[in-house]
């Protein structure tokens, strides 16, 4: 089971990063979004894993960590959040540009 967790993340890690490395807007979104996936995974795992465990105390014999959870779910608001204030920033940027490129050539951007 640690296995899988483990190379999930580090799949969705990869994956995240090699989005964030694109040129344009959307990958880099799609990239924010894999990598906040992995870190979600990270802290869940963190908190150890165990089959049918509750995260109340007295309701099984070793209960589950709630810390991790909690901070999964806070995470999934933020990631949401930031998802969609990127979202409308490339937006505004492609609106205003015409093309949802990122980089910029040195002739391009210049005032001069």
């Known amino acids: 089971m640690e296995a899988l967790l483990a190379s999930a993340i580090g799949t969705l890690a990869a994956v995240g990063l090699y989005l964030m490395l694109r040129q344009r807007t959307f990958p880099v979104i799609l990239g924010l979004t894999f990598f906040s996936y992995a870190v979600n995974l990270f802290l869940f795992t963190s908190g150890r894993l165990a089959v049918n465990a509750a ?49 910029l050539d040195a002739g ?3 005032p001069k």
């Open 108 to 110: 391009e951007g210049d």
């Open 55 to 103: 995260p109340i105390i007295g309701q099984t014999d070793t209960p589950a960590d709630p810390l991790p959870q909690a901070l999964v779910l806070t995470a999934i608001v933020i990631s949401f959040g930031m998802t969609a204030v990127i979202m409308i920033m490339a937006i505004a940027g492609h609106l205003q540009a015409g093309h949802d490129r990122i980089d």
